[in-house]
């Protein structure tokens, strides 16, 4: 052997001898161990909090230029090639983590126990963890179905092609992981002028669903595009030509080409099922004639809630087991009743309409959402109220209106809290929706943060300019910052009606003339002493009167005014919280005394 040779195996020997030395090989073998069990972690984590792919490939890129960081430390700041860590030691840790997780990703990917309850225990979504009503980053699994142009050439049939696209929602929301926006948010861009891109910036989604729909006699002919908003590029297209009485199966067919398309699997969530509101005879006139009624109550007035009534009742003549129908009824009944003064009987009908949708299909979550209306706000049964709501939401996890019901429920109960984060996780899926937002600002007012509730109140104006109700609330902020002009301004904004009197009658009595607040508050006593005895109180709680205030208060439950609903989430009323009297009323309407508001001071 030349004496290069032995120069080189000396090197060598040298080389290794200082490896095993440092124990570099069990150092290395540790750290991958340890990266192993920390990405498998991460993976369950992160399927748990729906966290982007791309932040398991930043962090899986961060370990892999550590683990040649650990060498070097590892060869640098051995004590003269002694270490500290046995390598027996470092080999049994590293295979403890290796074990520990594979262990742990198996068991977060195994399929649940099939013999577990179909109904488990609803997850509390009102917790601090709900996600933000806007997203900094848009979800790739997200699409928003845009109203179907009606091909048709007879505007009368404007409602099948709007029917088809909210079965379409309704249908995608099924879906585990997919966001979906809903039909009120999506609807508003019928016939926009804007880009897809422009669009679905705007609503915080990936995809765009579009399509046109002509029906001609018994044809019909769909055709639909699911389209990649970033750079136009279309996913799917696919056009039908089919007999109108194949309709129920070309909708199935394009939720599930839509849902491959975008990887969606079904929803697995315990206790979820599936929500349709088509009849369960299959009878295209029943739910043509319940489409008719989902089109008048969109426009949102006592005559279109009228003409609503009569489509279901139609719809539950062609098919008496008509589940939606029924549920929808019952809505419409309790809302002419709450929101347009017509007590004559409304109320009973919204009663038996509730309980047969729940007889026919206890299984659906629109059902318990009108039948726990009716226990808020006109049985003011708190507890079942919420059990209802939380009922629905089990139902069905992603659904807009269940999580606001309930975020207006454990306002009621003085959560005020967990009301914002689940405003704020309905308006992910519905953020064009103004009420929603007027919520928002409503309990973020409650809590005191009044810049951001200022800024959602407007935010809803923005999108409904004409609502009422919205300026009284800013009319509230302002009220609750000392300015009393700012006060009355607002309140000079809102629309002709109760809520413009209600709103000048509190705005005058935090000013300095004592005479208008005095001729307003006599005004709104004799028009309102019936229909709002809980805003007069309010009235007197702003002028310090708290003997007046409770008089009213005790009218107002008498009355059973839906005000009443507002009493711990309100900084004027709960000025008084420390008033032995509060404590007394409260549990005589059977609230906690507990809330998380603050109160005027």
């Known amino acids: ?106 068991y977060a990917r195994a399929p649940r126990d099939a013999a577990k309850p179909a109904v488990a225990a609803v ?36 409602f099948f092609s709007d029917g088809l696209s909210q079965d379409l929602i309704t249908a995608l929301s099924q879906f585990a992981g997919l966001k979906v926006i809903n039909r009120d948010s999506a609807f508003q861009f019928r016939d926009s002028k804007d880009s897809i891109k422009t669009i ?41 030509d089919k007999p109108y009485k194949d309709l129920f199966a070309l909708q199935d067919a394009i939720t599930q080409s839509v849902a491959d398309a975008l990887k969606a699997k079904l929803l697995a969530t315990p206790g979820a099922v599936v929500q349709s509101d088509r009849p369960p005879s299959g009878n295209l006139a029943a739910y043509a004639a319940y489409q008719h009624g989902v089109a008048y109550n969109a426009l949102d007035t006592e005559a279109a809630t009228r003409q609503a009534i009569t489509a279901y009742q139609q719809a539950i003549t062609l098919d008496p ?21 017509d007590a004559t009987g409304t109320i009973a009908r919204a009663r038996a309409a509730a309980a047969k949708a729940l007889a026919l299909d206890p299984d659906l979550a629109l059902a318990r959402l ?40 454990l306002a ?43 800024q959602a109140i407007n935010k809803a104006l923005a999108l409904q300019p004409g609502a009422t109700d919205y300026h009284p609330q800013l009319a509230v902020i302002a009220i609750l910052r000392g300015d009393a002009k700012a006060a009355v301004v607002a309140a000079q904004k809102e629309p002709p009606g109760a809520w413009h009197d209600i709103a000048m009658t509190l705005a005058l009595q935090v000013g300095a003339d004592r005479k208008a607040a005095d001729a307003a508050l006599k005004k709104l006593t004799a028009e309102y002493a019936q229909s709002g005895p809980y805003q007069i109180a309010e009235a007197y709680a702003l002028r ?26 309100d900084p004027l009323i709960l000025r008084y919280r420390d008033d032995p009297r509060f404590a007394a009323f409260c549990k005589k309407v059977g609230l906690p005394t507990a809330t998380d508001a603050v109160a005027m001071k």
Do not use: C
């Open 544 to 569: 310090r009167d708290p003997d007046a205030m409770f008089q009213w208060l005790d009218r107002a439950w008498t009355a059973r005014d839906a005000g009443v609903t507002s009493l711990l989430n």
């Open 412 to 454: 009621t109960q003085g959560q005020n809290a967990r009301a914002v984060a689940l405003i704020r996780q309905a308006l992910a899926s519905d953020p064009r929706r103004a009420a929603r937002w007027n919520n928002l600002g409503a309990y973020l007012t409650t809590l005191g943060r009044l810049d951001e509730a200022g």
């Open 370 to 409: 009108v039948h726990a209306q009716l226990l808020l706000n006109v049985d003011m049964d708190w507890a079942d109220a919420e059990a209802e709501t939380r009922r629905a939401l089990q139902l069905a996890p992603n659904d807009a209106g269940a999580q606001s019901f309930l975020a207006r429920v």
């Open 200 to 240: 679905a910036q705007q609503l915080g989604v990936a995809h765009i669903l579009e399509g046109s729909v002509q029906r001609a006699e018994d044809e019909v002919r769909i055709t639909a595009t699911l389209v990649n908003a970033a750079d136009g590029s279309i996913l799917w297209s696919q056009r039908y």
């Open 1 to 106: 052997m030349s004496g290069g040779a032995r120069l080189g195996i000396g090197v060598s020997s040298a080389f290794w001898l200082g490896l095993k030395q440092r124990k570099l090989v069990q150092w290395a073998l540790t750290y991958v161990a340890a990266a192993f069990a920390f990405v498998q972690g991460l993976d369950v984590v992160a399927q748990r909090f729906g966290w982007p792919d791309r932040l398991e490939q930043v962090v899986i890129l961060a370990l892999a230029v550590g683990f040649f960081v650990v060498l070097v430390l590892a060869w640098y700041h051995g004590e003269r090639g002694v270490q500290r860590v046995g390598g027996v030691e470092l080999l049994i840790i590293a295979l403890l983590l290796a074990i520990g997780g594979g262990a742990l990703w198996a």
């Open 123 to 158: 997850p509390d979504p009102s917790t601090p963890a709900a996600p933000a009503a806007l997203q900094t980053s848009i979800p790739e699994k997200s699409v928003a179905v845009l109203p179907f142009v009606n091909d048709s050439g007879r505007k009368d049939e404007q």
């Open 321 to 341: 087991e008509y589940a939606a129908a029924y549920a929808q009824l019952s809505n419409d009944f309790t809302n002419l009743a709450i929101l347009y003064g």
